[in-house]
């Protein structure tokens, strides 16, 4: 089965190298790690979450090298791969910062649960936010496919819908990832609402407007039809 994008040492290695880093460090972390392990952090900054010393160490490793092979696979499987190659930087960049950020994660975490004086709910919104920031810097430059990008019935009917809701939705993810990075500096009241806010925001502000975007393409598809 032929990739459309070849991985090389120059795409693979950043991803790579996290990837390794995360499996020895999971080893570590199992030698030393407590029996119980914070896991979770609430939005006020307590410790709502714990898992087993096992859990803790080594899922995160192992979601984070599915996620990987994930993306080496996808390409081969979609019926679009042709389109994969019009944008294989960028689709290498999300794989590269996807990876990169959840093993930055697991470190944080994993050393903050061996007694290290690690802000993370400070530092993960902060990672979350500019991984949004980096991904809406990048959502334009997308092309139609069934696996990355925003998926709804309308973007995947039509190129013209496809692009402008990636647009969109660019500014939408660096608008949301500002508002998650810097929620640790807001009212604590207001952390919550503005988090529900801007997930909302991703999830049914793009699909709603890709919704408008396919009717008004099909009512001026309609008005040009009757026009001839």
Same mark, same amino acid.
């Given at each position: 089965m032929k990739n459309p994008i070849k991985p090389t040492?120059? !795409?693979e290695a950043i991803s790579l190298s996290a990837v390794l880093a995360i499996v020895v460090a999971s080893f570590?972390?199992?030698?030393?790690? +407590?029996?119980?392990?914070?896991?979770? $952090?609430?939005?006020?900054?307590?410790?709502?979450?714990w898992s087993s010393r096992f859990v803790a160490a080594f899922i995160l490793p192992l979601i984070i090298l599915g996620l990987y092979i994930m993306f080496l696979v996808l390409p081969m499987l979609d019926p679009k791969k042709e389109r994969y190659e019009q944008f294989s930087k960028v689709y290498n960049v999300f794989k %590269?910062?996807?990876v990169s950020f959840m093993s930055i994660i697991y470190f944080v975490t994993g050393f903050s649960a061996l007694g290290y004086n690690i802000p993370v709910a400070i530092i993960? +919104?902060?990672?979350?936010?500019?991984?949004?920031?980096?991904? %809406?810097?990048?959502? !334009?430059?997308?092309?139609?496919? $069934? #696996?990355? %990008?925003?998926?709804?019935? $309308?973007?995947l009917s039509s190129e013209d819908v496809w692009n402008k809701t990636h647009r969109a939705g660019g500014k939408i993810f660096i608008l949301s990832g500002i508002a998650i990075a810097t929620m640790n500096w807001m009212p604590p009241t207001w952390r919550m609402p503005i988090f529900i806010a801007t997930i909302l925001l991703m999830t049914f502000g793009t699909f709603g407007y890709s919704y408008w975007l #396919?009717?008004?393409e099909a009512k001026n598809k309609k008005h040009e039809g009757n026009n001839n």
């Open positions: 040492f120059k !795409s570590y972390f199992y030698i030393n790690f +407590p029996d119980q392990v914070p896991t979770h $952090w609430n939005m006020y900054g307590e410790i709502d979450g %590269g910062l996807l993960l +919104p902060l990672m979350i936010g500019i991984m949004f920031i980096i991904m %809406g810097n990048y959502m !334009s430059k997308i092309k139609m496919n $069934w #696996f990355v %990008g925003i998926k709804t019935p $309308w973007t #396919f009717n008004k």
